[in-house]
């Protein structure tokens, strides 16, 4: 059950990566560097300080999961960044100060992460609208796409299928960007279709890493991210 949780799990970060870099149009976005694994975990924080009911605090994480990640996009879309290795390093700057209040997560039996499933099919059926929604508000307008309403379908989404994975399986460091870019790098630019190879890839490179060593998720990922970093400077 723990393999197969993880590997739910691993695909769902994934997926969630691929949302939110259609969302933002930027490659480093993900439920890591917008702050929602870590609004999560605060809000189980918070919840255990003051409720023993775990609704309420299936609730509060939720809950901290939505507004810190609606706050994240807010500010920037208001900085109005050229570069978008400014969202990753702000991301950081994020995560550390919403960490800074602790690291609370795995509460729930691993069954709960099966909650992300319909969310990542909801995910795969909107992929379209959530491409559109990050060309601008004024050109999904244009093509009769609700921009704000989209918007919002693609956040809760997203910090459902989150706030899921961190209350059963913990915080899954750098999945959410690295998956998505490999896949990108290896068979292009084309999400509708990527998501099956983002979904495997995701499941498989979590799975392994927790066969060998959990700390593996970190450090294979860091590398792998640094590669992208490169990549991305000298290739475009």
Same mark, same amino acid.
């Given at each position: 059950?723990?393999l197969?949780? @993880?590997?739910?799990?691993?695909?769902?970060?994934?997926i969630?990566?691929?949302?939110?870099?259609?969302?933002?149009?930027?490659? &480093?976005?993900?439920?890591?560097?917008?702050?929602?694994m870590?609004?999560?975990?605060?809000?189980?924080?918070f919840?255990t300080?003051? &409720?023993?009911?775990?609704?309420?605090?299936?609730?509060?994480?939720? !809950?901290?999961?939505l507004?810190?990640? $609606?706050?994240?996009?807010?500010?920037?879309?208001?900085?109005?960044?050229?570069?978008?290795?400014?969202?990753? @390093?702000?991301?950081?700057?994020?995560i550390?100060?919403?960490?800074?209040f602790? !690291?609370? %997560?795995? !509460?729930?039996?691993?069954?709960?992460? $099966?909650?992300?499933?319909?969310f990542?099919?909801?995910?795969y059926?909107?992929?379209?609208k $959530?491409?559109?929604?990050?060309? *601008?508000?004024?050109?999904?307008n244009?093509?009769?796409?609700?921009?704000?309403?989209?918007?919002?379908?693609?956040?809760?989404?997203?910090?459902i299928?989150?706030?899921?994975?961190?209350?059963t399986?913990?915080?899954?460091?750098?999945? *959410?960007?690295? !998956?998505p870019?490999?896949?990108?790098l290896i068979f292009?630019?084309n999400?509708?279709?990527?998501?099956? %190879?983002?979904?495997?890839?995701g499941?498989?490179?979590v799975?392994?890493?927790d066969? &060998?060593?959990?700390?593996?998720?970190? @450090?294979?990922?860091?590398? @792998?991210?640094?590669?992208?970093?490169?990549?991305?400077?000298?290739?475009?």
């Amino acid at each position: 059950m723990r393999l197969l949780a @993880l590997a739910v799990a691993g695909m769902s970060i994934s997926i969630c990566g691929v949302v939110l870099q259609s969302l933002l149009r930027n490659k &480093f976005a993900s439920p890591t560097t917008v702050g929602t694994m870590h609004g999560a975990s605060l809000g189980i924080v918070f919840a255990t300080a003051f &409720f023993a009911n775990i609704f309420l605090q299936i609730s509060f994480s939720l !809950i901290f999961a939505l507004v810190s990640t $609606f706050a994240f996009i807010k500010i920037i879309k208001y900085a109005n960044f050229k570069s978008e290795f400014f969202l990753p @390093l702000l991301g950081f700057v994020y995560i550390g100060v919403l960490s800074s209040f602790g !690291i609370f %997560y795995g !509460i729930l039996n691993y069954e709960w992460v $099966f909650v992300c499933l319909p969310f990542i099919a909801m995910a795969y059926l909107y992929e379209r609208k $959530f491409a559109m929604v990050g060309m *601008g508000e004024n050109f999904a307008n244009l093509i009769g796409i609700k921009h704000r309403l989209v918007t919002n379908i693609a956040i809760i989404v997203v910090s459902i299928i989150t706030t899921a994975v961190v209350l059963t399986i913990g915080i899954i460091p750098l999945v *959410g960007i690295v !998956i998505p870019n490999i896949v990108r790098l290896i068979f292009g630019e084309n999400t509708k279709r990527n998501f099956i %190879y983002v979904a495997t890839l995701g499941a498989v490179f979590v799975v392994v890493s927790d066969v &060998f060593s959990v700390s593996v998720t970190v @450090l294979g990922g860091g590398v @792998l991210l640094v590669l992208l970093f490169v990549r991305r400077k000298f290739y475009g």
